[in-house]
């Protein structure tokens, strides 16, 4: 019994440490919901993170492999991605102890640096917002959230830059 005990305790450990347990996003993780719920295009929801489509994945950015959250903000808010941006990515990097630096973040629209791998990724997953959170930028000095959002009606990516102090 207690060889079965340390197997499965190392099988956990494994996954653990090389992440395949994946963490919760930032609009699921702090339980963002509507207490009698809202129908949006006729389907019923409770769960805001489910209205988004919230999901998760990787790309390659700049020779590093960065973790993104990914948004549909089109099948069920007709585009509208504004409390993504201003309520809960905010709420979720203030909750990890940042601070936003709203002197000084930077909008770029038409945004020409979109990375070809993040352009796929959410093209891949049916997304028009992509959030990152970026702590290891040695050449901006600072951490900082990128978000990408896509621009159905004018065929472009909008660019924000948050920086964050910690």
């Given at each position: 019994?207690?060889?079965?005990?340390?197997?499965?305790?190392i099988v956990f450990m494994f996954?653990?440490?090389?992440?395949?347990?994946?963490?919760?996003?930032?609009?699921?993780?702090?339980?963002?919901?509507?207490?009698?719920?809202?129908?949006?295009?006729?389907?019923?929801?409770?769960?805001?993170?489910?209205?988004?489509?919230?999901?998760?994945?990787?790309?390659?950015?700049?020779?590093?492999?960065?973790?993104?959250?990914?948004?549909?903000?089109?099948?069920?808010?007709?585009?509208?991605?504004?409390?993504?941006?201003?309520?809960?990515?905010?709420?979720?990097?203030?909750?990890?102890?940042?601070?936003?630096?709203?002197?000084?973040?930077?909008k770029y629209n038409p945004s020409?640096?979109?990375?070809?791998?993040?352009?796929?990724?959410?093209?891949?997953?049916?997304?028009?917002?992509?959030?990152?959170?970026?702590?290891?930028?040695?050449?901006?000095?600072?951490?900082?959230?990128?978000?990408?959002?896509?621009?159905?009606?004018?065929?472009?990516?909008?660019?924000?830059?948050?920086?964050?102090?910690?």
């Open positions: 019994m207690k060889k079965k005990s340390l197997v499965a305790f996954f653990a440490v090389t992440g395949i347990f994946a963490e919760e996003g930032p609009i699921k993780k702090h339980g963002w919901y509507w207490p009698n719920g809202i129908t949006l295009k006729g389907q019923l929801f409770f769960d805001i993170a489910n209205s988004y489509k919230e999901q998760d994945g990787w790309a390659l950015v700049d020779g590093r492999k960065l973790h993104y959250w990914l948004y549909d903000s089109y099948t069920y808010h007709d585009g509208n991605d504004r409390n993504i941006f201003n309520k809960y990515i905010p709420f979720w990097v203030e909750s990890m102890g940042y601070v936003i630096d709203f002197d000084n973040i930077k020409q640096k979109v990375a070809s791998s993040v352009k796929a990724l959410m093209n891949q997953r049916n997304c028009d917002v992509s959030v990152a959170l970026v702590t290891d930028d040695w050449r901006a000095g600072n951490h900082y959230v990128v978000i990408n959002s896509y621009s159905r009606a004018k065929q472009i990516y909008i660019t924000t830059i948050m920086p964050l102090i910690q």
